[in-house]
């Protein structure tokens, strides 16, 4: 008798013998949960990768070299820059075009360069702000979904007992449980979705700042060089 009630209470009998909302909404969640995983991994590599490159690219860059060396160097890579690289190229690029061409003011050539290190740090950083969202709405929604089927299942159990003349701990406790279920899959998928959207959006943010206070600095360069 103890290895039936046991076998009744396992994960996959109270999934399998749960009602259709609630079966739904634990579906919901895997799905949920698993695309999450999958974005929470593609973003470990994009941060990690774009976090190496801006290591790399400013030692080159601050390592004293020419820049016209430095510009030819990436414009000769087969490999597209990427973040602090892309918007220096953007910059220098332009700032050589405009430069070449006669009763130009120096001004208009510096406006010219930022609006294109501007326009390059947005592309980036959208880049980097991708599936952010997705992972912010998981960790915030999920809960609230496993709570819905906790709800809906709590409902059909209580209205289960409706028919019972008296009800007792055994016949209550498989439907309590099935439909506690629901809510721990929700949360399993919101937690790792918050603790992954906090750290990736604390590295965006840092990438952010070096972004920007690149663009101030090489601005200063490229003024100072004119």
């Known amino acids: 008798m103890t290895v039936s009630v046991a076998n009744d209470m396992s994960i996959f009998s109270l999934v399998a013998g749960a009602s259709l909302p609630v079966q739904a909404v634990l579906v919901i969640l895997i799905l949920t949960s698993l695309f999450s995983w999958?974005?929470?991994f593609i973003k470990l590599a994009t941060v990690k990768?774009?976090?190496?490159?801006?290591?790399d690219f400013e030692k080159a860059f601050?390592?004293?070299?020419?820049l016209n060396k430095l510009f030819e160097g990436l414009a000769a890579s087969r490999r597209k820059p990427q973040g602090m690289a892309s918007i220096f190229e953007a910059g220098f690029k332009e700032y050589v075009r405009h430069k070449?061409?006669?009763h130009i003011d120096m001004s208009d050539v510096m406006e010219g360069s930022r609006r294109a290190m501007r326009a390059t740090y947005n592309r980036e950083m959208d880049d980097l702000d991708a599936h952010l969202p997705f992972l912010a709405s998981v960790g915030s929604v999920s809960?609230?979904?496993g709570l819905f089927g906790t709800v809906w299942g709590i409902m059909n159990a209580f209205r289960g007992l409706s028919n019972?003349?008296?009800?007792?701990?055994?016949?209550v406790a498989p439907g309590i449980a099935e439909a506690l279920v629901a809510t721990a899959i929700g949360l399993f998928a919101a937690i790792p979705a918050v603790i992954a959207y906090?750290?990736?959006?604390?590295?965006?943010?840092r990438l952010s700042v070096r972004y920007e206070s690149f663009m101030e600095e090489f601005t200063n360069i490229l003024q100072r060089k004119s």
């Open 143 to 145: 809960p609230y979904i």
């Open 100 to 102: 070449q061409k006669t």
């Open 198 to 205: 906090n750290r990736f959006a604390s590295s965006v943010d």
């Open 164 to 171: 019972v003349a008296q009800a007792t701990l055994s016949q």
């Open 49 to 55: 990768h774009a976090e190496t490159n801006a290591d």
């Open 62 to 66: 601050w390592s004293g070299g020419d």
């Open 38 to 40: 999958w974005y929470i």
